[in-house]
Every structure is written in structure tokens, then in C-alpha cells.
């Protein structure tokens, strides 16, 4: 009896205290909630108002989390980088660093990430591949994807890929369309365009034979007018073509490179703090 | 790993579903008015001079005429935006008058050609195909590659 | 369970429930008072907060019903439907569930999900509770023909419910439009007619203008038996000046009801002082 009064007395101030919706516990309570509905700009503001001496590791790490997901970086890495060494966030925070810095594509900052690690992260590095990759820097690679994980196979595609792209040459495409008109067009993958530029140089050149034929001389420098242009206009239009078919490529290639990053989540870990 | 595998593409899937909901407040807002108006998509010419140069101000003269007495008064018949004449001017603009030229007979040409236009341009927010002369400048810096069927802003 | 621990249970509930009232009471308070001085985000976060820790749901309609409109306010269409439902679900009684409703309406109308609010207003206006809300309903429902470019209706509705002013405004502006079909068809028949009927005379004459040069073309060439030249010149030249004629009589009386419309729309929207969703 006296043990549950006893209880009951210090029980009413815990709830006094439980009770105030603005308590830290309560925030806390209510930015838990707000995270897991994935109203992070909410949750996150929630988190700071806290305070700095409720700011422990977990904490911090929703934060970051939070911005990171919102697309803050700048507040991202402040908190990130807030998480201290001995934290079990700490790796998975570095990680999730650097794949700010591969988003915002700052190399330097990458390098300087990896630089300060004490082992080699191996998911840094191969953040830092995909945006030499990104960049066009295939120059000292090589011996970076000597490794035989999973995951460096497949950059080690990527890279084979940016290497040696199936370009179209520019210079083939418009020496092409100068010896057969369209043939260029034809070359880079445009077939309808191809035919087009094959069938209105034709025409307009039979138009100017045949009135230059019935002694029709105006029509027939009319016709040869046009028809040089559609000549003219199609070889410049199969080099430009070649320039956008290999636009094309390196567009498609960073699109596939990037979904595997999205696939393998940048090799960063989620956490599930909702269940 | 492959139960590692098969935990991120959960949450992802999860992430994707209700992220779409959520994402209104990522950011603060305030007040806004609402807006009663119907947004106008005709596209309206322009028949102003932008430009000193004489291959310009000839060729931009000859165009302005070509839009009032022609081609405003025959009808729809340019599948792009640009169209075609506004191609040409933005074209002589962006380089100079003959290499204009060659990319305005280039672009005949893709106007002739009626096969596969869904399966090879973006479209342009009033339901045109989005074919910029940017594109066929041979400046390989300008050429922003837009795959098909993407709605250019 | 021992009469003692009945008791002990019986306090703690009565502790429980007894300190929560104030609080969300003054949390109400709080989140209010940010709503009326429009700080609409941080007043979400307050009314979510409520809701959060409102164990027995007493705030629940209410707090949804301001998230609702503060969402509306910050023109966030969506979101600001889906907490009027809420709150719709959560009403204690039906005049609470016919609020909901009713902007649930309103804010449809400003999304342009049309269908979505006459089907609602169909609702209510089958439901029997709410016979002696008719006029609202009508009020609406006449916005809704408004946001769904059908004037005549609309100015009908209002004219029924008595609201002179927005009954004119809509008869006014229907009688402005120009008739689409007439200027099309018109054109037709004598190329020309229908874009200087809207008003664009040079349009108008050089249609007419081509389409007499193009026609007289392919009849000469006809006439002179020279069968080729005449059917490139009727396909090349006369045919597309023909339809080119038509189809720009009908884009220059869209184009012109447009603008009527968006005059009328732009006066609701910033100097119309009644009641707008």
C-alpha cells in the first residue's frame, strides 16, 4: 500500500512534466512521429529545438538524415559530421558524406573524405570511381578497380564503357552523306531522316535536270539553288546528327550509372528507426 | 546480401509512395494567392528586332513579312517548337547567316519526315516537338540531350 | 486484479486524464493564434502536435479542419483535400461534416477537380440533413460551372439563389464570347468571315486575298487543261490556305474567349468581395 502512494506522489510531477506538450521528452516523442510520416523539414526542426544536450548520436543522425532526404546538404553535413568517431552511426555517417559530396559532385571534398579515414573505405572509393566516371576522368583508374567486389566489377564495366563509347565519328557521317546523300543520317540512326534527305535532294535535282533540259533556265537555277541546299544542309546535319547520337551516349550511360548508384543506394545503410 | 538487397529495395519502394505525399513541407512556404486565370499555351510571335547586324536585321525583315503574309494566314502546319521560320532566325542568330541556312535545310528535312517523331523528340509544353537550334550548332558544350517524350518547361 | 490496484489505476487514469485538458487546451490556443496571424506553416506543426497526443480524439476534428485550411492558404491544394476528409471523418456532428464537405468543394474548384466537386455537391444536396443548406449548395455549385467555362449555367444558378451581382457578371461575359463554331464555319464559307468577325481584319483579308489568288490559280490551270499544275496548286497552295483560313478563325476566337474569360476570372480573383472558394 504505502509503496504504490508512494509511487502514485512521484508519479504526478513525471506527469505533470509528460503531460506538457512542449516537454523534450514530448518533442522528442512527437519528432519521432514526424519522421517516420516523413515530414522531415518538421522532424528535423523538432530534433534541434530540443536543445544541444538531447543532441546524442541517434539524434544527430535523424537530423542529417532529414535534411539530406530534403535536399539540404548544407545542414546535412553539419550535422553528419557532427556524429563522433566512437558513434555506431559514425561509418554510415561518413558514407552518407560522401554521397553528398558525389551528388553535388565535389571531387575535392571526396578526396579530402577519404584522405581522413584511417582504414581505406572501400564505398568511398567507389563513390569517388563513379564521379571520376561522371567527369570524364577515366586518366588514373585502372589500378583503383583492381578489386575483385561485386561492385567494382560493374564500375570496372562502367569505366570499359566510357573508355571505348560507341561513338559515331562525325567526320565519317558527313563524308557518308557527301557521297550518297542521307547515307550520314542513316549512319548515326536516323533512318526516317536518312530517306527524307535522300528523297528531297533527288527530287529537286531531277527538277533542275529536267528544266535546265526544257531550256526552263530560271526554274532550273531555282531547283539547283534548293537542291544544293538540301545537299549542303544534309552533310552539316549528319555531322551535327553524329554530335547528338554521341550525346546520346554519354547521356544513357550516366542515366544506367546512376540508377545502380540509386540500385545500391549510394553504399550507404538505412537504418529503419519506424518499426 | 541478398536479404541486405532485399531490405533497401523496401524501403525504397516505401520511400517512393509516401515521399510523394509528404514532400509539400520539405520545404517552408507561405501565403500564396490562389491563381483563378487559365494559363494562355498559344504561342505568340515574336516580331521584334533583337539584334544590329545587317545579315540579321535583312534576313529578321524578310521573316516578319513571311509570318504576316504567309504563314500566319495557312494554317497550323509546324510540328516543332521552334517553328520552322523561328528555327531559321534563332538558328542566324546563334551562328551566322549560312550556317543558319544549313540548319534551316536540315530542318526541312526532319519537318519532312513524318516516321517516328513521339519515339525521337521531347515535347514542349504546348504539345510540340522540342527540336532547338541549340542542338545543331556543332558547339558540342550547347547540345543538351533531352530524351523522347520528356515535357520541356 | 486486488481492490487496491483498482484504486491505484483508477488515480493514475484520473491523473492522466486530468493534466492533458489543460495542455491541449493551451496547445489549441497556441496553434490558433499562429493560423490567425498567417504563420501557416509553423501553425500545421502545432496542430499536428495536438493531434499527436490528443489520446481521445476531442481535438481531432478541429485540429484536421485547420490543417485544411491552412494548407488552402498556402495554396496547397492537395494536401488541404485530403485533411478536409479527415476532419469530414472525425465531424461530431453534421453541421461539422457539412463544413468539411463544403470546402472540401471549395478547394476542389481552386485544383480544378471539377468532377470530383459536383460529385460531392450531389451529395449533399441528396442528403436530407441538409435541405435548409440549399442555397449553399447552389452557391457553389454555380462556382464550380464558373471554374468549368459554363457561364449560361452558372449565371442561371445564381440568378435562382438570388446573388444579382455574380449573375450578372457571368450573363455579362457569356454574352461577350464569340461563338467558336460561327467563326469557323463562317470561314467556311466565305474564307475570311470569321476572323474579321473576331476582329482580326488583316488576318482576314489576306485569307481571303490567298484563298482568291490560290483558287483562281487552279481553275486557270484546270481551265487550260494543264491537269498537274492544278492539283499541286489546289493540294500546296489552295487547300492549305483553305483550311489554314478555317483553323485560324476558330484558334482567333478561342484566343479571344480566353482573354474574356480570364478578364472576368482576374476580377473575381482580386476585387470580387463576396464569398469565393
Not at chain 2, 535583312?58 to 521552334?82: E, M, Q, R
Not at chain 2, 544549313?102 to 516537338?129: C, G, I, Q, W
Not at chain 3, 496548286?233 to 474569360?261: M, P, V
Request: net charge negative; proline share 3%; aromatic share 18%.
Amino acid at each position: 500500500m504505502k509503496i504504490i502512494f508512494i509511487s502514485l506522489l512521484i508519479s504526478i510531477p513525471a506527469f505533470c512534466q509528460l503531460n506538457n506538450l512542449h516537454a523534450p521528452q514530448n518533442k522528442k516523442l512527437f519528432a519521432d512521429y514526424l519522421f517516420c510520416e516523413q515530414d522531415y523539414l518538421r522532424a528535423a526542426e523538432e530534433y534541434i529545438s530540443l536543445g544541444e544536450t538531447f543532441l546524442y548520436d541517434t539524434i544527430l543522425y535523424k537530423i542529417a538524415k532529414s535534411y539530406s532526404i530534403i535536399g539540404d546538404y548544407e545542414n546535412s553535413l553539419n550535422y553528419f559530421s557532427r556524429i563522433p568517431q566512437s558513434s555506431f552511426f559514425y561509418d554510415n555517417s561518413v558514407k552518407e558524406i560522401g554521397k553528398i559530396y558525389y551528388l553535388n559532385e565535389n571531387d575535392a571534398s571526396l578526396d579530402k573524405l577519404i584522405g581522413e579515414q584511417e582504414n581505406s573505405f572501400y564505398d568511398l572509393v567507389k563513390l569517388k570511381i563513379a564521379l571520376k566516371l561522371i567527369k570524364n576522368q577515366t586518366g588514373d583508374l585502372e589500378e583503383v578497380l583492381e578489386n575483385s567486389d561485386e561492385d567494382f566489377l560493374v564500375l570496372k564495366k562502367f569505366y570499359q564503357q566510357r573508355k571505348n563509347p560507341d561513338y559515331k565519328s562525325e567526320l565519317v557521317a558527313g563524308i557518308l552523306s557527301a557521297i550518297v546523300p542521307g547515307s550520314g543520317k542513316i549512319y548515326t540512326e536516323e533512318y526516317g531522316d536518312g530517306v527524307t534527305a535522300f528523297l528531297l535532294t533527288g527530287i529537286f535535282t531531277y527538277l533542275a535536270y529536267d528544266n535546265f533540259k526544257n531550256d526552263h533556265k530560271f526554274r532550273g537555277y531555282l531547283f539547283t539553288g534548293i537542291a544544293s541546299g538540301f545537299y549542303l544542309g544534309n552533310i552539316y546535319g549528319s555531322v551535327a546528327s553524329a554530335q547528338i547520337f554521341n550525346a546520346k551516349i554519354d547521356f544513357n550511360f550516366l542515366e544506367l550509372l546512376s540508377d545502380f548508384l540509386i540500385n545500391r543506394n549510394y553504399f550507404v545503410k538505412e537504418y529503419d528507426f519506424c518499426k | 546480401m541478398i536479404k541486405n538487397k532485399f531490405f533497401i529495395q523496401i524501403t525504397f519502394s516505401f520511400l517512393i509512395v509516401v515521399s510523394s505525399v509528404a514532400q509539400t513541407d520539405w520545404q517552408r512556404w507561405e501565403k500564396t494567392e490562389p491563381n483563378y486565370l487559365t494559363e494562355d499555351l498559344n504561342y505568340q510571335r515574336d516580331y521584334s528586332y533583337t539584334d544590329n547586324s545587317l545579315p540579321y536585321l535583312f534576313s529578321k525583315t524578310l521573316i516578319n513579312a513571311y509570318w504576316i503574309l504567309i504563314s500566319d494566314v495557312d494554317g497550323d502546319n509546324c510540328p516543332f517548337h521552334p517553328s520552322c521560320s523561328s528555327f531559321l532566325i534563332q538558328s542566324i542568330e546563334e551562328t551566322n547567316l549560312i550556317q543558319g541556312a544549313l540548319m534551316f535545310f536540315d530542318r526541312f528535312t526532319r519537318d519532312s519526315n513524318p516516321v517516328a517523331r513521339e519515339e525521337h523528340y521531347p515535347v514542349y509544353k504546348n504539345y510540340r516537338f522540342y527540336d532547338p537550334p541549340t542542338l545543331y550548332a556543332l558547339d558540342k558544350n550547347k547540345i543538351k540531350f533531352i530524351p523522347p517524350k520528356r515535357v520541356v518547361e | 486484479m486486488t481492490f487496491v490496484n483498482k484504486i491505484f489505476f483508477l488515480l493514475l487514469f484520473n491523473v492522466i486524464n486530468l493534466f492533458p485538458q489543460e495542455f491541449l487546451s493551451e496547445q489549441i490556443r497556441l496553434a490558433d493564434s499562429l493560423f490567425t496571424s498567417e504563420k501557416y506553416f509553423d501553425a500545421i506543426t502545432e496542430y499536428k502536435r495536438l493531434l499527436f497526443f490528443d489520446s481521445t480524439k476531442q481535438f481531432s476534428y478541429e485540429a484536421n479542419f485547420k490543417i485544411g485550411l491552412a494548407y488552402k492558404e498556402g495554396n496547397k491544394l492537395s494536401d488541404s483535400i485530403k485533411y478536409f476528409a479527415l476532419a469530414e471523418m472525425s465531424a461530431n456532428n453534421p453541421e461539422q461534416f457539412f463544413e468539411s464537405k463544403i470546402y472540401q468543394v471549395r478547394t476542389n474548384i481552386l485544383r480544378r477537380s471539377i468532377s470530383r466537386a459536383e460529385k460531392i455537391l450531389d451529395e449533399l444536396e441528396n442528403d436530407n440533413r441538409f435541405t435548409e443548406h440549399q442555397h449553399e449548395i447552389k452557391y457553389w455549385r454555380a462556382w464550380n460551372k464558373i471554374f468549368s467555362d459554363k457561364w449560361e449555367e452558372a449565371h442561371h444558378i445564381f440568378k435562382q439563389i438570388n446573388e444579382t451581382e455574380l449573375a450578372e457578371l457571368c450573363l455579362n461575359t457569356h454574352n461577350k464570347f464569340y461563338s467558336v463554331d460561327f467563326a469557323k464555319y463562317s470561314s467556311m464559307i466565305l474564307p475570311g468571315l470569321g476572323q474579321i468577325y473576331t476582329g482580326e481584319y488583316l488576318n482576314g483579308f489576306l485569307s481571303l486575298a490567298w484563298n482568291i489568288f490560290s483558287g483562281y490559280l487552279t481553275i486557270n490551270a484546270f481551265n487550260e487543261e494543264r491537269i498537274f499544275d492544278g492539283i499541286v496548286t489546289a493540294n500546296l497552295l489552295w487547300f492549305r490556305f483553305y483550311r489554314g483560313n478555317f483553323q485560324n478563325a476558330e484558334k482567333f476566337a478561342k484566343e479571344k474567349n480566353l482573354l474574356i474569360k480570364n478578364e472576368t476570372l482576374l476580377f473575381l480573383q482580386n476585387d470580387f468581395n463576396g464569398l469565393k472558394p
